[in-house]
Nanobody, 128 residues
Framework: QVQLVESGGGLVQAGGSLRLSCAAS????????MGWFRQAGGKEREFVGS??????????ADSVKGRFTISRDNANAKNTVYLQMNSLKPEDTAVYYC???????????????????WGKGTLVTVSS
């Protein structure tokens, strides 16, 4: 069982930046594809970004391209993923969820049913 724990959410003004982190605690040394999804109030959860096992490939939702950057650190057999969010907009306000999968980063981007593990989420609020 893999547990994902997010951190770094909070309140920021429009135009500001935040960096989210997600640490995976696992009973396995497997390296997972990891990513981020978000869910705004009254809306469905949507894909934000994903990154392949060793960081070679990344995928982003059109709404965040050029503003958000996903990266990861596999040191010490830990799957840690980051989401650097710049030029934040009020419409970026949502609960952000970390995700992990044994499928590909592209598969995660195309279908969230491919996600094997979810974090509990961290709230990001962008004020105008």
């Amino acid at each position: 069982q893999v547990q994902l724990v997010e951190s770094g959410g909070g309140l920021v003004q429009a135009g500001g930046s935040l960096r989210l982190s997600c640490a995976a605690s696992a009973l396995t040394s497997s390296v997972y594809v990891m990513g981020w999804f978000r869910q705004a109030g009254g809306k469905e959860r949507e894909f934000v970004g994903s990154i392949s096992r060793y960081g070679a490939n990344t995928f982003y939702a059109d709404s965040v391209k050029g503003r958000f950057t996903i990266s990861r650190d596999n040191a010490n057999a830990k799957n840690t993923v980051y989401l650097q969010m710049n030029s934040l907009k009020p419409e970026d306000t949502a609960v952000y969820y970390c995700a992990a999968t044994e499928f590909s980063a592209q598969a995660m981007a195309e279908n969230q049913a491919r996600v094997d593990y979810w974090g509990k989420g961290t709230l990001v609020t962008v004020s105008s």
